[in-house]
Protein backbone atom coordinates (compact mmCIF):
# COMPACT_ATOMS: atom_id res chain seq x y z
CA UNK A 1 0.00 0.00 0.00
CA UNK A 2 1.38 3.51 -1.14
CA UNK A 3 -0.47 6.29 -0.84
CA UNK A 4 -3.89 6.45 0.09
CA UNK A 5 -6.00 5.14 -3.02
CA UNK A 6 -9.58 6.21 -3.94
CA UNK A 7 -12.71 5.84 -1.28
CA UNK A 8 -14.21 2.38 -0.73
CA UNK A 9 -17.25 2.71 -2.38
CA UNK A 10 -15.65 4.42 -6.02
CA UNK A 11 -13.38 1.55 -5.32
CA UNK A 12 -16.06 -1.25 -4.44
CA UNK A 13 -18.11 0.27 -7.50
CA UNK A 14 -14.82 -0.04 -10.00
CA UNK A 15 -14.11 -3.54 -9.40
CA UNK A 16 -17.32 -5.13 -9.61
CA UNK A 17 -17.76 -3.12 -12.76
CA UNK A 18 -14.58 -4.72 -14.05
CA UNK A 19 -14.88 -7.72 -12.60
CA UNK A 20 -18.85 -8.05 -14.88
CA UNK A 21 -16.63 -7.08 -17.37
CA UNK A 22 -14.37 -10.05 -17.02
CA UNK A 23 -17.42 -12.87 -16.20
CA UNK A 24 -19.49 -11.36 -19.82
CA UNK A 25 -16.00 -12.06 -22.36
CA UNK A 26 -15.19 -14.90 -20.33
CA UNK A 27 -18.46 -16.63 -20.54
CA UNK A 28 -18.80 -15.34 -24.24
CA UNK A 29 -15.31 -16.84 -25.22
CA UNK A 30 -16.34 -20.20 -23.42
CA UNK A 31 -19.21 -20.81 -25.75
CA UNK A 32 -17.02 -20.00 -28.76
CA UNK A 33 -14.20 -21.95 -27.77
CA UNK A 34 -15.97 -24.91 -26.90
CA UNK A 35 -17.75 -24.98 -29.78
CA UNK A 36 -15.28 -24.88 -32.03
CA UNK A 37 -13.18 -27.81 -29.68
CA UNK A 38 -15.94 -29.95 -30.15
CA UNK A 39 -16.21 -29.61 -33.79
CA UNK A 40 -13.15 -29.92 -34.18
CA UNK A 41 -12.45 -32.58 -31.80
CA UNK A 42 -9.59 -30.85 -30.02
CA UNK A 43 -8.94 -31.51 -26.24
CA UNK A 44 -6.91 -28.53 -25.83
CA UNK A 45 -9.40 -26.34 -27.34
CA UNK A 46 -12.08 -28.06 -24.62
CA UNK A 47 -10.03 -27.26 -22.17
CA UNK A 48 -9.08 -24.06 -22.82
CA UNK A 49 -13.05 -22.98 -22.74
CA UNK A 50 -13.34 -24.93 -19.30
CA UNK A 51 -10.86 -22.85 -18.29
CA UNK A 52 -12.93 -19.64 -19.45
CA UNK A 53 -15.24 -20.58 -17.49
CA UNK A 54 -13.63 -21.35 -14.60
CA UNK A 55 -12.61 -17.76 -15.02
CA UNK A 56 -15.98 -16.03 -15.48
CA UNK A 57 -16.62 -18.21 -11.97
CA UNK A 58 -13.49 -16.66 -10.16
CA UNK A 59 -14.65 -13.22 -11.52
CA UNK A 60 -18.39 -13.85 -9.99
CA UNK A 61 -16.80 -14.60 -6.83
CA UNK A 62 -14.66 -11.33 -6.63
CA UNK A 63 -18.35 -9.59 -6.77
CA UNK A 64 -19.38 -11.20 -3.83
CA UNK A 65 -16.27 -11.25 -2.05
CA UNK A 66 -16.26 -7.61 -2.71
CA UNK A 67 -19.70 -7.04 -1.64
CA UNK A 68 -18.92 -8.50 1.45
CA UNK A 69 -15.60 -6.90 2.15
CA UNK A 70 -17.54 -4.07 2.21
CA UNK A 71 -20.24 -4.56 5.00
CA UNK A 72 -19.29 -2.41 7.53
CA UNK A 73 -18.21 -2.71 10.74
CA UNK A 74 -19.64 -4.36 13.18
CA UNK A 75 -19.49 -5.49 17.16
CA UNK A 76 -18.10 -8.71 16.46
CA UNK A 77 -16.03 -7.32 13.38
CA UNK A 78 -14.69 -3.98 14.53
CA UNK A 79 -12.27 -4.02 12.21
CA UNK A 80 -14.32 -4.39 9.45
CA UNK A 81 -14.64 -7.36 7.00
CA UNK A 82 -11.86 -6.01 4.30
CA UNK A 83 -10.11 -9.62 4.63
CA UNK A 84 -12.78 -10.93 2.94
CA UNK A 85 -10.98 -9.90 0.01
CA UNK A 86 -8.03 -11.98 0.89
CA UNK A 87 -10.27 -15.42 1.12
CA UNK A 88 -12.17 -14.65 -2.18
CA UNK A 89 -8.46 -14.46 -3.69
CA UNK A 90 -8.02 -18.00 -1.85
CA UNK A 91 -11.05 -19.67 -3.29
CA UNK A 92 -10.64 -18.13 -6.84
CA UNK A 93 -7.07 -19.65 -6.77
CA UNK A 94 -8.62 -23.09 -5.07
CA UNK A 95 -11.12 -23.42 -8.14
CA UNK A 96 -8.40 -22.53 -10.99
CA UNK A 97 -5.99 -25.64 -9.04
CA UNK A 98 -9.15 -27.94 -8.99
CA UNK A 99 -9.64 -26.91 -13.01
CA UNK A 100 -6.31 -27.68 -13.77
CA UNK A 101 -6.26 -30.73 -11.79
CA UNK A 102 -9.10 -32.39 -13.67
CA UNK A 103 -7.68 -30.87 -17.46
CA UNK A 104 -4.34 -32.17 -16.62
CA UNK A 105 -6.08 -36.10 -15.82
CA UNK A 106 -8.45 -35.70 -19.30
CA UNK A 107 -4.73 -34.68 -21.04
CA UNK A 108 -3.44 -37.59 -20.38
CA UNK A 109 -6.15 -40.07 -21.15
CA UNK A 110 -5.96 -38.18 -24.73
CA UNK A 111 -2.07 -38.67 -24.69
CA UNK A 112 -2.69 -42.43 -24.31
CA UNK A 113 -6.04 -42.42 -26.49
CA UNK A 114 -5.19 -39.91 -29.10
CA UNK A 115 -8.15 -38.58 -31.42
CA UNK A 116 -6.99 -36.56 -34.36
CA UNK A 117 -7.94 -33.25 -34.07
CA UNK A 118 -9.64 -31.64 -37.46
CA UNK A 119 -9.36 -27.72 -37.43
CA UNK A 120 -11.32 -25.23 -39.93
CA UNK A 121 -10.12 -21.58 -40.87
CA UNK A 122 -13.44 -20.89 -38.65
CA UNK A 123 -11.78 -22.51 -35.33
CA UNK A 124 -8.52 -20.71 -36.39
CA UNK A 125 -10.68 -16.98 -36.43
CA UNK A 126 -12.22 -18.29 -33.47
CA UNK A 127 -8.50 -18.36 -31.77
CA UNK A 128 -7.50 -15.27 -33.24
CA UNK A 129 -10.51 -13.84 -31.80
CA UNK A 130 -10.08 -15.61 -28.47
CA UNK A 131 -6.36 -14.06 -27.89
CA UNK A 132 -6.90 -10.46 -28.76
CA UNK A 133 -10.06 -10.56 -26.18
CA UNK A 134 -7.75 -11.89 -23.28
CA UNK A 135 -5.17 -9.24 -24.19
CA UNK A 136 -7.60 -6.31 -23.83
CA UNK A 137 -9.30 -8.18 -21.14
CA UNK A 138 -5.69 -8.51 -19.28
CA UNK A 139 -4.24 -5.16 -19.70
CA UNK A 140 -7.85 -3.47 -18.72
CA UNK A 141 -8.35 -5.61 -15.28
CA UNK A 142 -4.91 -4.94 -14.23
CA UNK A 143 -4.62 -1.81 -14.93
CA UNK A 144 -8.03 -1.03 -12.91
CA UNK A 145 -6.32 -3.60 -10.25
CA UNK A 146 -3.82 -1.56 -9.83
CA UNK A 147 -5.25 1.63 -9.85
CA UNK A 148 -7.63 0.29 -6.74
CA UNK A 149 -4.88 -1.37 -5.07
CA UNK A 150 -6.92 -4.72 -5.70
CA UNK A 151 -5.14 -7.96 -5.61
CA UNK A 152 -8.06 -10.70 -6.90
CA UNK A 153 -7.99 -7.50 -9.64
CA UNK A 154 -4.35 -7.75 -10.15
CA UNK A 155 -4.13 -11.86 -10.06
CA UNK A 156 -7.32 -12.29 -12.37
CA UNK A 157 -5.68 -9.62 -15.35
CA UNK A 158 -2.25 -11.99 -14.94
CA UNK A 159 -4.18 -15.29 -15.51
CA UNK A 160 -5.85 -13.30 -18.54
CA UNK A 161 -2.31 -12.83 -20.30
CA UNK A 162 -1.35 -16.17 -19.62
CA UNK A 163 -4.59 -17.29 -20.94
CA UNK A 164 -3.69 -15.32 -24.33
CA UNK A 165 0.00 -17.35 -24.34
CA UNK A 166 -1.70 -20.45 -23.70
CA UNK A 167 -4.26 -19.91 -26.70
CA UNK A 168 -1.49 -19.23 -28.92
CA UNK A 169 -0.15 -22.28 -27.95
CA UNK A 170 -3.40 -23.87 -28.72
CA UNK A 171 -3.43 -21.92 -32.34
CA UNK A 172 0.14 -23.17 -32.69
CA UNK A 173 -0.69 -26.41 -32.92
CA UNK A 174 -3.91 -25.99 -35.17
CA UNK A 175 -1.80 -24.57 -37.80
CA UNK A 176 0.74 -27.27 -37.64
CA UNK A 177 -2.20 -29.18 -37.60
CA UNK A 178 -3.59 -28.17 -40.70
CA UNK A 179 -0.37 -28.43 -42.79
CA UNK A 180 1.46 -31.09 -41.66
CA UNK A 181 -2.03 -33.07 -40.29
CA UNK A 182 -0.26 -36.58 -42.46
CA UNK A 183 3.14 -36.39 -41.12
CA UNK A 184 1.83 -36.27 -37.31
CA UNK A 185 -0.90 -39.14 -37.50
CA UNK A 186 -0.36 -40.95 -34.23
CA UNK A 187 1.30 -37.63 -32.24
CA UNK A 188 -0.99 -36.80 -29.59
CA UNK A 189 0.28 -33.19 -29.75
CA UNK A 190 -3.02 -32.22 -28.98
CA UNK A 191 -3.07 -33.88 -25.31
CA UNK A 192 0.43 -33.52 -24.91
CA UNK A 193 -0.45 -29.59 -25.28
CA UNK A 194 -3.51 -29.93 -23.38
CA UNK A 195 -1.40 -31.47 -20.01
CA UNK A 196 1.10 -28.45 -20.89
CA UNK A 197 -1.68 -25.68 -20.28
CA UNK A 198 -2.91 -27.60 -17.34
CA UNK A 199 0.32 -28.00 -15.40
CA UNK A 200 0.45 -24.06 -16.00
CA UNK A 201 -2.97 -23.64 -14.86
CA UNK A 202 -1.94 -25.70 -11.38
CA UNK A 203 1.07 -23.40 -11.35
CA UNK A 204 -0.62 -19.92 -12.03
CA UNK A 205 -2.92 -21.21 -9.73
CA UNK A 206 -0.79 -22.13 -6.99
CA UNK A 207 1.41 -18.98 -6.97
CA UNK A 208 -2.05 -16.50 -6.56
CA UNK A 209 -3.06 -18.14 -3.47
CA UNK A 210 0.29 -17.58 -2.26
CA UNK A 211 -0.28 -14.05 -1.67
CA UNK A 212 -3.75 -13.56 0.34
CA UNK A 213 -2.24 -16.37 2.17
CA UNK A 214 0.95 -14.48 3.06
CA UNK A 215 -1.58 -11.43 3.72
CA UNK A 216 -3.49 -13.61 6.35
CA UNK A 217 -0.81 -14.66 7.89
CA UNK A 218 0.76 -11.30 8.65
CA UNK A 219 3.12 -10.42 6.14
CA UNK A 220 5.88 -7.98 6.67
CA UNK A 221 5.49 -4.50 6.29
CA UNK A 222 6.98 -3.08 3.03
CA UNK A 223 10.18 -1.47 3.11
CA UNK A 224 9.41 1.26 1.25
CA UNK A 225 6.22 2.02 2.83
CA UNK A 226 7.86 1.58 6.06
CA UNK A 227 10.48 4.11 5.36
CA UNK A 228 8.12 6.46 3.87
CA UNK A 229 6.00 6.74 6.71
CA UNK A 230 8.98 7.38 8.86
CA UNK A 231 10.28 9.50 6.97
CA UNK A 232 7.42 11.37 7.15
CA UNK A 233 6.72 11.30 10.95
CA UNK A 234 10.90 12.22 11.30
CA UNK A 235 10.29 15.67 8.76
CA UNK A 236 7.57 17.06 11.57
CA UNK A 237 9.31 19.22 14.51
CA UNK A 238 10.57 18.57 16.72
CA UNK A 239 10.06 14.65 16.66
CA UNK A 240 13.97 13.06 16.99
CA UNK A 241 13.06 9.33 15.61
CA UNK A 242 10.39 7.07 14.56
CA UNK A 243 10.75 3.54 15.91
CA UNK A 244 8.64 -0.19 16.69
CA UNK A 245 6.44 0.83 13.71
CA UNK A 246 3.94 -1.99 13.24
CA UNK A 247 1.00 -1.96 10.53
CA UNK A 248 -2.10 -4.61 10.68
CA UNK A 249 -3.76 -5.26 7.30
CA UNK A 250 -7.17 -5.89 7.86
CA UNK A 251 -7.81 -5.27 4.03
CA UNK A 252 -6.30 -3.89 1.10
CA UNK A 253 -8.07 -0.17 2.31
CA UNK A 254 -7.97 -0.56 6.02
CA UNK A 255 -4.65 -0.65 7.78
CA UNK A 256 -4.44 0.66 11.53
CA UNK A 257 -0.77 0.08 13.41
CA UNK A 258 1.61 1.93 15.99
CA UNK A 259 5.00 3.36 16.38
CA UNK A 260 7.06 5.16 18.85
CA UNK A 261 8.57 8.78 18.45
CA UNK A 262 11.38 10.21 20.34
CA UNK A 263 11.12 13.26 21.72
CA UNK A 264 12.87 15.82 24.05
CA UNK A 265 11.76 15.09 27.52
CA UNK A 266 11.03 18.99 28.24
CA UNK A 267 7.84 18.63 26.32
CA UNK A 268 4.80 19.25 27.97
CA UNK A 269 1.80 16.80 27.67
CA UNK A 270 -0.18 19.58 25.78
CA UNK A 271 2.74 19.76 23.60
CA UNK A 272 3.46 16.10 22.80
CA UNK A 273 -1.14 16.07 22.49
CA UNK A 274 -0.99 18.22 19.57
CA UNK A 275 2.27 16.15 18.09
CA UNK A 276 0.06 13.30 18.29
CA UNK A 277 -2.70 14.53 16.69
CA UNK A 278 -0.70 15.85 13.85
CA UNK A 279 1.16 12.61 13.03
CA UNK A 280 -1.89 10.52 12.85
CA UNK A 281 -3.68 12.85 10.74
CA UNK A 282 -0.55 13.16 8.25
CA UNK A 283 -0.44 9.61 8.32
CA UNK A 284 -3.66 8.74 7.85
CA UNK A 285 -4.59 11.16 5.37
CA UNK A 286 -1.72 10.38 2.99
CA UNK A 287 -1.60 6.16 3.81
CA UNK A 288 -4.87 5.31 4.76
CA UNK A 289 -3.83 3.64 8.04
CA UNK A 290 -5.14 4.83 11.43
CA UNK A 291 -1.86 5.02 13.38
CA UNK A 292 -1.54 4.97 17.49
CA UNK A 293 1.90 7.09 18.60
CA UNK A 294 3.61 5.96 21.56
CA UNK A 295 6.62 8.18 23.01
CA UNK A 296 10.33 7.67 24.43
CA UNK A 297 11.22 10.96 26.52
CA UNK A 298 15.00 11.72 25.28
CA UNK A 299 16.98 13.80 27.94
CA UNK A 300 18.88 16.28 25.75
CA UNK A 301 20.42 19.29 28.15
CA UNK A 302 22.41 17.27 30.97
CA UNK A 303 26.01 16.61 28.68
CA UNK A 304 27.08 14.09 31.04
CA UNK A 305 23.75 12.04 30.32
CA UNK A 306 23.90 12.14 26.73
CA UNK A 307 26.95 11.06 26.53
CA UNK A 308 26.51 7.98 28.87
CA UNK A 309 23.43 7.34 26.64
CA UNK A 310 25.72 7.58 23.49
CA UNK A 311 28.18 5.50 24.75
CA UNK A 312 25.41 2.87 26.09
CA UNK A 313 24.28 2.45 22.27
CA UNK A 314 27.73 2.23 20.65
CA UNK A 315 28.50 -0.50 23.02
CA UNK A 316 25.21 -2.49 22.53
CA UNK A 317 25.04 -2.06 18.69
CA UNK A 318 28.63 -4.00 18.70
CA UNK A 319 27.03 -7.08 20.01
CA UNK A 320 26.08 -9.82 16.75
CA UNK A 321 22.39 -10.11 16.07
CA UNK A 322 21.51 -6.31 17.35
CA UNK A 323 20.06 -4.22 14.61
CA UNK A 324 18.66 -0.97 16.49
CA UNK A 325 19.08 0.74 19.75
CA UNK A 326 16.39 2.88 20.95
CA UNK A 327 14.52 4.49 23.15
CA UNK A 328 16.90 5.21 25.36
CA UNK A 329 16.29 6.67 29.29
CA UNK A 330 18.48 7.14 32.20
CA UNK A 331 16.64 7.78 35.38
CA UNK A 332 19.59 9.23 37.69
CA UNK A 333 16.83 9.11 41.10
CA UNK A 334 16.19 5.45 40.25
CA UNK A 335 19.57 5.17 38.97
CA UNK A 336 18.01 2.54 36.10
CA UNK A 337 18.93 2.49 32.43
CA UNK A 338 16.17 1.47 29.89
CA UNK A 339 16.23 1.08 26.52
CA UNK A 340 14.70 -0.53 23.39
CA UNK A 341 16.50 -3.11 20.94
CA UNK A 342 15.75 -4.39 17.26
CA UNK A 343 17.15 -8.24 17.43
CA UNK A 344 17.28 -10.25 14.28
CA UNK A 345 15.61 -13.23 13.39
CA UNK A 346 18.68 -15.06 13.52
CA UNK A 347 18.72 -14.38 17.65
CA UNK A 348 17.45 -17.93 18.81
CA UNK A 349 17.82 -17.87 22.69
CA UNK A 350 16.72 -14.43 23.54
CA UNK A 351 17.49 -14.61 27.52
CA UNK A 352 21.19 -15.10 26.90
CA UNK A 353 21.06 -12.15 25.06
CA UNK A 354 19.43 -10.03 27.62
CA UNK A 355 21.89 -11.29 30.02
CA UNK A 356 24.65 -10.54 28.11
CA UNK A 357 23.75 -7.10 27.47
CA UNK A 358 22.95 -6.41 31.67
CA UNK A 359 26.28 -8.15 32.37
CA UNK A 360 28.35 -6.02 30.16
CA UNK A 361 26.45 -2.84 31.03
CA UNK A 362 26.93 -3.75 34.54
CA UNK A 363 30.35 -3.94 34.34
CA UNK A 364 30.66 -0.22 32.72
CA UNK A 365 27.89 1.00 34.80
CA UNK A 366 28.03 -0.82 38.27
CA UNK A 367 26.11 1.77 40.08
CA UNK A 368 22.91 1.29 37.74
CA UNK A 369 20.35 -1.27 37.12
CA UNK A 370 19.80 -2.24 33.86
CA UNK A 371 15.97 -3.22 32.05
CA UNK A 372 16.45 -4.34 28.24
CA UNK A 373 13.17 -4.40 26.26
CA UNK A 374 13.34 -6.61 23.25
CA UNK A 375 11.75 -5.90 20.26
CA UNK A 376 11.36 -8.33 17.04
CA UNK A 377 12.15 -6.75 13.48
CA UNK A 378 9.21 -5.68 12.71
CA UNK A 379 9.91 -3.64 10.10
CA UNK A 380 13.18 -2.03 8.18
Not at 41 to 48: C, E, G, H, P, R
Not at 164 to 169: D, Q, S, Y
Not at 277 to 300: D, P, Q, S
Request: aromatic content about 6%; glycine content about 8%.
Amino acid sequence: MGNAVSSTPEREKRIIRTSWTGVGVNVLLSVFKAAAGLLSNSIAIVLDAVNNLSDAFSASVTIIGMKLACKPADKEHPYGHGRLEYFTAVVISVVIIFAGGSSFIESVKKIFHPVQAEYSAHTLTILIVAIAAKIFLSRYVSRTGKEVNSESLIATGADAMFDALITGATLVSAVCTMIFGEHMAGIPLDGILGAAISIVIVKAGYDMMMSPVSELLGERIPAGLAKSIKSDICSIEPVMGAYDLMLHNYGPEHMTGAVHISVPASMTAEEIHFLSEKIRTLIHGKYGVLLTVGIYAVKTGNEAIVKMQDDITKIVSALPGILQVHGMFVDESKMEISFDIVIDFSVKDVSEMRREITDILGTVYPNYSVKVNIDKDYCD
